[in-house]
């Protein structure tokens, strides 16, 4: 097993990132969250998973050890493989699932694209325990700075890598706007994760 990989980042794209190491690139499945926190030339060390098939070897990349353990796990539900739980965590952080799985919150899988209402209360019947409980409550990661590109077009690259539609994808960061110029008024940049699971709410509740 590949634990984790470290080295200079050469590409990225809304749902890859390549590292090298050695001289050899590795291409990384990550979530949109965790691309907004890697930049082309920069350091990188990210957590691995790497998932065989008879006909493929693909490694999924995650933030830290937490994210990996959560991914894990949640492929032991049945129906549930690697794009799954990787949607997932594109979605929730490992505490929110945490939270959702230890409350019952159906509706909070729902967000989830794929996902269904008899999905969820599946999953919450067979995940119910297995992740452990959350962590203080309201704990959130620190913002990350936008990269070179603006970040409506982060935030929409990312939407649209989980599958949402472009018409959607505006909307939501059109949704989300006013709380990206509030945090650059104040003297920040626009912190694309907490953009995204915000702009991922907006879409759920105009459902």
């Not at 065989?52 to 959560?70: H, I, M, N, P």
């Not at 991914?71 to 929110?96: C, I």
């Not at 704990?139 to 599958?163: C, D, M, Y």
């Not at 709380?179 to 105009?206: D, F, K, M, T």
Request: one cysteine or more.
């Amino acid at each position: 097993m590949i634990a984790f990989v470290s080295g200079p980042v050469a590409a990225l794209t809304p749902t890859l990132a390549v590292i090298e190491v050695g001289g050899v690139g590795m291409a990384v499945q990550c979530t949109p969250n965790t691309i907004a926190g890697l930049r082309t030339g920069e350091q990188a060390r990210l957590a691995t998973s790497l998932v065989v098939r008879e006909d493929s070897l693909t490694l999924y990349g995650f933030a830290d050890d937490d994210e990996r353990q959560v991914f894990e796990l949640l492929q032991t539900a049945s129906g549930v493989g690697p794009r799954v739980a990787q949607a997932m965590l594109g979605v929730h952080s490992p505490d929110a699932l945490r939270a959702a799985f230890a409350s019952g919150d159906a509706k909070a899988l729902t967000a989830v694209p794929g996902i269904g209402p008899k999905g969820a209360q599946k999953l919450l019947l067979e995940l119910k325990g297995k992740l452990g409980a959350p962590a203080v409550v309201g704990a959130q990661r620190a913002p990350v700075a936008s990269g070179p590109a603006p970040w409506t077009e982060q935030l929409a690259a990312a939407l649209i890598g989980l599958g949402y539609a472009s018409r959607d994808a505006e909307e939501a960061v059109s949704a989300v706007t006013p709380q990206a110029e509030a945090a650059i008024a104040a003297g920040g940049s626009a912190p694309v994760p907490q953009l995204l699971r915000a702009a991922l709410q907006s879409l759920n509740r105009s459902r």
